[in-house]
């Protein structure tokens, strides 16, 4: 039996129960209610992996299910791919010491000793494998109260060892060691409020990972901006984006600033993808763009740069609106 989505209107994005379920969608019954569970790879032979669930009530109707799959090998064409299915095609299952999220032919299970993503989409399938389960860690700012409503951000795989298989069409297949990301974020806000821009860094394959994150508002302000350096967070203070190059593949330099003199900057190195939601669903996006805008995203390998340090990992920067 699928499961309502008014049904599972048990708890506000910012108050988790302390015994909870990870892949329970919390399901409010705002109009603007949206939650998606991310998993990024850096695997070992140069590839980029990014799995996602999601369960949204934003634009006509209401509990929509979205599952998406990028694969961008370390040469050659990205390969992508995505569905929304309405709430009768999506559903949660307690499975004794497990659970499950279905959306559509996608789903995500956790187990015993391990996180599993499985994308089967387009004749190609996806998986990705995590050792352990989800732990929840709270950066700084991570529950932000926003026009009558609130945005949580958890991170539940900071840099965790995984395994990704990858059937193509063909049935060739083949799996790589690589190390995985994963966070998880529920909204009741008008989305377009949220945030103008985002930079997100991830440096997953380093001795000491390093994460950064930082959010600029719709009117102008920063915040949270931070740095996370193994298990410890620095708070910075803003950051400035210099944009270069044509206009769906650009070269992006982030400059960080801290306390003090106290200056980071994020250089990108080569391109791997533009997304483009609103762009890419066709018919579907051009109803839902009165509801979201029409958010971008670029995703680069990039590098680091503190001091002396060269630090090499993906960069991912968000526009509410490209520009």
Same mark, same amino acid.
């Given at each position: 039996?699928?499961?309502?989505?008014?049904?599972?209107?048990?708890?506000?994005?910012?108050?988790?129960?302390?015994?909870?379920?990870?892949?329970?969608?919390?399901?409010?019954?705002?109009?603007?209610?949206?939650?998606?569970?991310?998993?990024?790879?850096?695997?070992?032979?140069?590839?980029? &992996?990014?799995?996602?669930? $999601?369960?949204?009530?934003?634009?006509?109707?209401?509990?929509?299910?979205?599952?998406?799959?990028?694969?961008?090998?370390?040469?050659?064409?990205?390969?992508?791919?995505?569905?929304?299915?309405?709430?009768?095609?999506?559903?949660?299952?307690?499975? $004794?010491?497990?659970?499950?999220?279905?959306?559509?032919?996608?789903?995500?299970?956790?187990?015993?000793?391990?996180?599993?993503?499985?994308? /089967?989409?387009?004749?190609?399938?996806?998986?990705?494998?995590?050792?352990?389960?989800?732990?929840?860690?709270?950066?700084?700012?991570?529950?932000?109260?926003?026009?009558?409503?609130?945005?949580?951000?958890?991170?539940?795989?900071?840099?965790?060892?995984?395994?990704?298989?990858?059937?193509?069409?063909?049935?060739?297949?083949?799996?790589?060691?690589?190390?995985?990301?994963?966070?998880?974020?529920?909204?009741?806000?008008?989305?377009?409020?949220?945030?103008?821009?985002?930079?997100?860094?991830?440096?997953?394959?380093?001795?000491?990972?390093?994460?950064?994150?930082?959010?600029?508002?719709?009117?102008?302000?920063? $915040?949270?901006?931070?740095?996370?350096?193994?298990?410890?967070?620095?708070?910075?203070?803003?950051?400035?984006?210099?944009?270069?190059?044509?206009?769906?593949?650009?070269?992006?330099?982030?400059?960080?600033?801290?306390?003090?003199?106290?200056?980071?900057?994020?250089?990108?190195?080569?391109?791997?993808?533009?997304?483009?939601?609103?762009?890419?669903?066709?018919?579907?996006?051009?109803?839902?763009?009165?509801?979201?805008?029409?958010?971008?995203?670029?995703?680069?390998?990039?590098?680091?740069?503190?001091?002396?340090?060269?630090? /090499?990992? &993906?960069?991912?920067?968000?526009?509410?609106?490209?520009?």
């Amino acid at each position: 039996m699928r499961t309502p989505l008014v049904a599972l209107a048990l708890l506000a994005c910012g108050h988790l129960a302390e015994a909870r379920s990870f892949l329970k969608p919390l399901a409010l019954s705002s109009d603007n209610y949206g939650e998606s569970y991310s998993f990024i790879a850096d695997l070992d032979d140069g590839a980029y &992996l990014l799995l996602q669930l $999601g369960v949204s009530n934003v634009g006509p109707g209401s509990g929509h299910g979205i599952c998406r799959a990028l694969l961008v090998p370390k040469s050659g064409e990205a390969w992508t791919a995505n569905t929304i299915v309405g709430s009768s095609e999506w559903r949660f299952k307690n499975e $004794g010491e497990g659970e499950r999220l279905e959306v559509g032919p996608c789903f995500a299970t956790i187990g015993k000793d391990s996180t599993t993503i499985t994308v /089967p989409l387009e004749g190609v399938r996806l998986e990705l494998k995590i050792a352990g389960r989800p732990a929840s860690v709270m950066p700084p700012g991570a529950n932000m109260k926003l026009s009558g409503g609130q945005h949580r951000a958890e991170i539940w795989f900071p840099a965790t060892s995984a395994d990704a298989t990858i059937v193509q069409k063909g049935g060739e297949t083949k799996t790589v060691h690589g190390v995985a990301y994963g966070d998880h974020s529920c909204s009741d806000v008008d989305p377009a409020k949220i945030a103008k821009r985002w930079v997100r860094f991830r440096a997953l394959r380093e001795k000491t990972p390093l994460l950064v994150q930082g959010r600029e508002a719709a009117d102008g302000a920063y $915040g949270p901006v931070w740095l996370r350096r193994g298990e410890a967070f620095e708070p910075l203070m803003k950051y400035e984006i210099a944009r270069r190059g044509d206009k769906k593949s650009p070269d992006f330099t982030v400059t960080l600033r801290g306390a003090g003199d106290k200056k980071i900057e994020i250089k990108s190195d080569r391109f791997l993808f533009r997304y483009a939601p609103v762009e890419e669903i066709g018919v579907i996006g051009s109803m839902i763009a009165p509801f979201v805008g029409a958010p971008t995203s670029f995703t680069a390998r990039a590098t680091l740069v503190e001091g002396d340090q060269r630090i /090499p990992g &993906l960069l991912e920067i968000e526009y509410g609106k490209d520009e």
